[in-house]
């Protein structure tokens, strides 16, 4: 909840900062800057290789030798980064990128460098299970990286600005997760060391989680780039706005996870599958809520969003109403992905992100060319789609929760979703914006309780898990 609700406030002040600068740079602009922060992230998998989700895991299962990894984590990590910085530029350069972009990327990889710190520190303090930190961290940097982004676009609006003023947050994240590492293991947690035993084991546990990240960040990022190839910056500066309203979402679900994670591993190490199923049903639970209305509201009203927000991007409805559905598929997939790796399974995970990679490469290739914008975001859903489906079929063989169950859980809120939606594209014409969305959230939250998939009991569970802590949050 702590790591939730800093979300929820990170992306808002996240999302009106993106609408300005979106709207001051127009659309080849926002198409290299884009660009630039693509290529990238896509790099970052270099940085971690997978071991920040290995050193949450075995941190959990046992917490004594928390200290022992973080140091050798961070002593793997020091080589990793600065290969992924290079790794990077190099790509700009193989791509035949101008040499603005390529300054760009160079410049982003400087927010590379302090995310791969961060997410190390940060993860240390999940594997504790103690997630307070991580959610006043990455509300404080974005506040930070808002208001240097502001200054730059009032006294000097350039691309090259805008990437230092990201990298004002990241500096923060990796300087405030440090202390608070350091304040609960001790300075010496944050001094990078190297054990040969030790780095050989992290690198074996961190191949797979190296590789699902590697193709999460090329399926998620693919598109953009052949985007690029086939139709130039103006179109990955339309794509970039579906795409960013679709994801701006995603932390709903990652902030859940972040703190169900750790805690399935520790059951799962002490063979508890019936207490990790009641937790991934929950999960289901959670995800499929948010994700429903979410998915069908911004589906029925795409047009009036883009006019209101993003006025010199209204190419951008008809690629958002497509993509949008994505989101409720990776919503639902959160904890699936999450149980696998939970399971030590993340091999199985791993194939499944690789032939997904694969498919959503293949359709990119093959619809953006007929389809053009659109194309990607029906290349989205399609191998999202395929993504969820393949992890459900090993679900049953790890707990005890049948695939009807799932549908059980999922298929009732979808059709209240449904049933909203089709209301809202009814009633839009006839009433104001904000009493649309009144009374599609209220068909909603009634279709809700008619069907039992919220009930008077989670309502007050949900209302203890907000009231605020006696001792509030700690800085």
Known sequence: MYLTAASVAQKAIAFVYFTIVANQIGKAGQGDYFLALSVTTILSVVSDWGLSAVLIREIAHDPSQAVKLTRSTLGLKIPLILLGMGGAVALAILLNYDLSIIKLVALATLILAADAISLTFFGVLRGLQNLRYE?????????????????????????????????????????????????????????????????????????????????????????????????????????????????????????????????????????????????????????????????????????????????????????????????????????????????????????????????????????????GIAGAAVTAVIAFTFMLAAGLVYVPRLVPYPISTFLRRVLPVVFCGALMGGVVLLIKSYLPLPATILVGAAIYFIGLLLTRSLTIAQLRYIRRLIKPEPNGLEL
């Open 135 to 371: 959610s006043l961290g990455i509300f404080v940097g974005q506040i930070l990286s808002a208001t240097a982004g502001l200054i730059a676009l009032r006294f000097h609006p350039t691309l090259s600005v805008l990437i230092l003023a990201l990298l004002v947050g990241s500096v923060w994240n990796a300087i405030y997760s440090a202390t608070r590492v350091a304040k609960h293991l001790g300075w010496k947690a944050i001094l990078p060391s190297f054990d040969a035993p030790r780095a050989k084991q992290l690198l074996r546990l961190s191949l797979a989680f190296a590789l699902a990240s590697l193709f999460v960040k090329i399926y998620s990022y693919i598109d953009s780039i052949l985007l690029k190839q086939f139709m130039g910056s103006e179109a990955v500066g339309t794509y970039s706005i579906a795409y960013k309203i679709t994801y701006a979402f995603q932390f709903l679900p990652m902030a859940f996870i972040g703190g169900l994670y750790p805690a399935m591993a520790s059951r799962f190490a002490n063979g508890d599958k019936d207490g990790v199923a009641k937790i991934f049903d929950d999960a289901v639970w959670y995800t499929i809520i948010l994700a429903v209305p979410i998915t069908f509201g911004i589906a029925s009203l795409s047009g009036e969003i883009i006019q209101a927000f993003y006025p010199k991007f209204y190419d951008a409805a008809v690629p958002l109403t497509i993509m949008i559905f994505a989101l409720l598929v990776l919503f639902v997939d959160f904890p699936v992905g999450s149980l696998l790796n939970a399971a030590r399974k993340q091999n199985v995970k791993t194939i499944i992100m690789g032939v997904t990679m694969i498919i959503n490469a293949a359709l990119n290739v093959l619809l953006i060319p007929r389809l």
